[in-house]
């Protein structure tokens, strides 16, 4: 009786101070996250509700690496059914009776299967880790302690269940495999020497569990609890809509993110939730062409600042015991810059905005506005950009593109493109009634290349009987470019012209060639007043093949594969319409390669790099090119004016250009529906 009280109270003890430690340590991160600007989270349950079910419970996300995703769904529902086991094996410890389970032999089957099912897969991680070498997994001994954690946890589940059984005199039991074959180890020992074993695996399975209770939020296994909450409370606005800067608070005396506490606290929680899986790293094309940008490690750099500057703030200890886990002091965190001092400006001036590393996270984190909100920061507050992108937004500003060409050379492509094919295209002003407006954006007016699809577009729009009309020298950059490399001012300055101009004209549905103008117009511009419905052309070329206002008549034989833009694909899932109009076509072969899709890689335009040259690494047009030309394609294919220029930039530094061309969905469907020449 002694014993057992005494049992009793050390359990308390012990539990009650692993206890009192986890509520530490994480309600002092939770301080440091209401550091944060708060933010207002739109209470949209059921959509809420749906997504974290999916993530959560289907590990949807984890299963785009199928083999990963395996493993991490057997460690997950094997952690949720050994609770009932942990419990069960508590209560035998302290009152010698376990849970009253209905058909006990097959609740202790199904343990055991689970004990044997998470070895294998800790095993296999264990493989993936060190033997396989991804290079996406960190190595060490601190990625690896959950290893040992959950190896020796499920190791005293055997050898106290083992030592029970001799215990007991129980005999061998398919219903009991692992803990049998311990118990036929230690077959013959005394009573008591079994029970000292039993208490002894029983001790390890408590010790383990709370040591790893403790452990959790002091390390990347954090996600495990704030995982959920992040998938949660995602935002559930469409897909890379930036937040927007209130630019007229008279208050304000910085804009963009220039400290820590300048992020919401939903962007802290982000930095809680990361996992630390390298798989955004893995897809990014900053990173994966030698650029420095990682954006696994720009969110645990935001992390560990945040933890760092919290306690020094807050004067609230992160570390419980600190002799244990509190790392060496890297300095007064209060005086550290974030930009400079924790995320470099060529880190930020990297991205791409392709957001893949958002599409693979398993957790719901968001890089890119965290980048772009540092971006505004430089831009906005410290006049800090690089000097090709200044030019180009300066460009913007004076004639409304980013070369600087005259505004009133918008309209000069109707005569140049092609002076023998030269077509009447009217303004709003003299076709008042149109149904569409087609908005060329700076591309497919001024660029030559560009021309090309929007001539292409034209025609196809004229065969299909549309009624449409341009605004000509009226038409404005679009704001995509001065948003993404930071300049809310001139990007809201332009939205405002935009939407005046479409109101005067009382636009109704517009029509753009460039996914960037499409994702703007789209799912930006209405929060500042746009109501008109927006197409991108690949949507209605689709419609109108269906429909058959456009005919595809004339073969066009050519193994043909499409990339997505990121654009168009991953921010607004348009995958199969343009895929659609390729099938419709006679003669043409279409064929996928790996990274296509929402896992496609971007072009290396997006996020205003379509106007800076790279320096470091490989050019990402140049790598995207090459995975491009694995599936020996005669002609590839986009529907953005970006992409097709960065790809057919990268066929003639491969040296390739003479066999494989690069052509808009456009132009390959117009080439069909009109006989025209593919040169």
């Known amino acids: 009786m002694t014993g057992t009280l005494i049992q009793f109270l050390l359990f308390l003890a012990v539990t009650g101070l692993a206890l009192y430690g986890f509520g530490r340590v994480v309600y002092h991160r939770y301080l440091y996250i209401q550091l944060g600007k708060s933010v207002d989270l739109k209470k949209e349950a059921k959509i809420r509700l749906k997504g974290f079910a999916v993530q959560v419970f289907g590990q949807t996300k984890l299963l785009k690496d199928k083999k990963s995703g395996i493993m991490h769904i057997v460690i997950f529902y094997g952690f949720i059914i050994l609770q009932l086991g942990a419990l069960d094996l508590i209560l035998k410890g302290l009152i010698d009776r376990g849970l009253p389970v209905p058909g006990y032999d097959y609740f202790t089957l199904m343990q055991e299967v689970t004990v044997g099912l998470?070895?294998?897969?800790?095993?296999?991680?264990?493989?993936?880790?060190?033997?396989?070498?991804?290079?996406?997994?960190?190595?060490?001994?601190?990625?690896?302690?959950?290893?040992?954690?959950?190896?020796?946890?499920?190791?005293?589940?055997?050898?106290s269940g083992g030592f029970e059984r001799v215990r007991e005199g129980l005999p061998a039991s398919g219903f009991a495999p692992l803990t049998s074959v311990w118990a036929a180890l230690f077959d013959g020992i005394s009573t008591s020497a079994a029970t000292v074993g039993f208490y002894a695996g029983w001790w390890m399975h408590l010790l383990i569990l709370l040591s790893f209770l403790i452990y959790v939020p002091q390390s990347k296994?954090?996600?495990?609890?704030?995982?959920?909450?992040?998938?949660?409370?995602?935002?559930?606005?469409?897909?890379?809509?930036?937040?927007?800067?209130?630019?007229?608070?008279?208050?304000?005396?910085?804009?963009?993110?220039?400290?820590?506490?300048?992020?919401?606290?939903?962007?802290?929680?982000?930095?809680?939730?990361?996992?630390?899986?390298?798989?955004?790293?893995?897809?990014?094309?900053?990173?994966?062409?030698?650029?420095?940008?990682?954006?696994?490690?720009?969110?645990?750099?935001?992390?560990?600042?945040?933890?760092?500057?919290?306690?020094?703030?807050?004067?609230?200890?992160?570390?419980?015991?600190?002799?244990?886990?509190?790392?060496?002091?890297?300095?007064?965190?209060?005086?550290?810059?974030l930009i400079g001092g924790v995320i470099t400006e060529e880190e930020l001036w990297a991205c791409t905005?392709?957001?893949?590393?958002?599409?693979?996270?398993?957790?719901?984190?968001?890089?890119?506005?965290?980048?772009?909100?540092?971006?505004?920061?430089?831009?906005?507050?410290?006049?800090?950009m690089p000097h090709d992108g200044q030019r180009a937004l300066q460009n913007i500003e004076r004639q409304g593109n980013p070369w600087g060409i005259s505004r009133n050379d918008r309209v000069k492509w109707v005569k140049e493109v092609d002076p023998e094919d030269v077509?009447?295209?009217?303004?709003?002003?003299?076709?008042?009634?149109?149904?569409?407006?087609?908005?060329?954006?700076?591309?497919?007016?001024?660029?030559?290349?560009?021309?090309?699809?929007?001539?292409?577009?034209?025609?196809?729009?004229?065969?299909?009987?549309?009624?449409?009309?341009?605004?000509?020298?009226?038409?404005?950059?679009?704001?995509?470019?001065?948003?993404?490399?930071?300049?809310?001012?001139?990007?809201?300055?332009?939205?405002?012209?935009?939407?005046?101009?479409?109101?005067?004209?009382?636009?109704?549905?517009?029509?753009?060639?460039?996914?960037?103008?499409?994702?703007?117009?789209?799912n930006e511009y209405p929060e500042f007043g746009l109501t008109a419905e927006v197409y991108h052309h690949t949507e209605l070329l689709d419609l109108w093949v269906k429909e058959g206002r456009l005919t595809p008549q004339y073969e066009v034989n050519e193994r043909i594969t499409y990339h997505d833009s990121c654009y168009l694909g991953r921010y607004n899932e348009v995958y199969e319409e343009p895929r659609n109009v390729?099938?419709?076509?006679?003669?043409?072969?279409?064929?996928?390669?790996?990274?296509?899709?929402?896992?496609?890689?971007?072009?290396?335009?997006?996020?205003?790099?379509?106007?800076?040259?790279?320096?470091?690494?490989?050019?990402?047009?140049?790598?995207?090119?090459?995975?491009?030309?694995?599936?020996?394609?005669?002609?590839?294919?986009?529907?953005?004016?970006?992409?097709?220029?960065?790809?057919?930039?990268?066929?003639?530094?491969?040296?390739?250009?003479?066999?494989?061309?690069?052509?808009?969905?456009?132009?390959?469907?117009?080439?069909?529906?009109?006989?025209?020449s593919k040169n």
């Open 118 to 159: 998470i070895v294998l897969a800790m095993g296999y991680a264990t493989y993936r880790r060190y033997i396989e070498k991804l290079k996406r997994l960190k190595r060490g001994w601190k990625p690896s302690i959950v290893v040992f954690f959950i190896m020796f946890l499920m190791l005293s589940v055997v050898i």
């Open 221 to 337: 296994h954090f996600h495990i609890i704030t995982a959920p909450i992040n998938i949660l409370l995602r935002r559930t606005e469409p897909t890379g809509k930036l937040a927007s800067l209130n630019l007229e608070d008279e208050d304000a005396e910085t804009f963009g993110v220039g400290k820590i506490e300048d992020f919401t606290q939903k962007q802290m929680l982000d930095f809680y939730s990361c996992v630390e899986c390298g798989r955004c790293t893995s897809v990014c094309p900053a990173n994966t062409t030698g650029k420095l940008l990682s954006p696994m490690h720009l969110i645990t750099k935001l992390r560990d600042h945040l933890t760092e500057k919290g306690a020094a703030i807050t004067s609230k200890s992160p570390w419980v015991p600190a002799m244990v886990f509190a790392p060496e002091s890297q300095g007064n965190a209060l005086e550290v810059e």
């Open 353 to 384: 905005t392709c957001r893949n590393c958002e599409d693979q996270c398993p957790v719901a984190n968001e890089h890119v506005d965290k980048i772009i909100d540092m971006r505004r920061h430089l831009v906005l507050t410290q006049g800090s």
């Open 423 to 522: 077509l009447e295209v009217r303004t709003v002003k003299e076709n008042p009634t149109f149904e569409y407006l087609f908005f060329l954006g700076s591309m497919g007016a001024y660029d030559n290349r560009s021309r090309k699809i929007t001539h292409a577009f034209v025609k196809l729009m004229k065969e299909a009987g549309i009624s449409f009309a341009i605004l000509g020298n009226e038409e404005k950059n679009s704001g995509d470019t001065p948003r993404r490399m930071g300049n809310e001012f001139l990007f809201q300055q332009l939205c405002a012209d935009n939407i005046a101009t479409f109101q005067k004209y009382k636009v109704g549905k517009i029509v753009t060639t460039c996914p960037h103008t499409y994702h703007t117009f789209k």
């Open 582 to 676: 390729l099938r419709a076509i006679p003669g043409v072969e279409l064929v996928e390669q790996a990274r296509s899709r929402e896992n496609s890689m971007c072009c290396g335009a997006g996020g205003g790099m379509m106007w800076m040259e790279e320096t470091a690494g490989t050019r990402v047009n140049v790598a995207r090119t090459e995975q491009l030309l694995s599936v020996k394609p005669t002609v590839i294919t986009s529907a953005c004016p970006y992409c097709l220029t960065m790809v057919e930039d990268g066929t003639k530094l491969k040296e390739v250009e003479e066999q494989v061309k690069a052509r808009d969905i456009a132009e390959i469907l117009a080439q069909s529906v009109f006989g025209l």
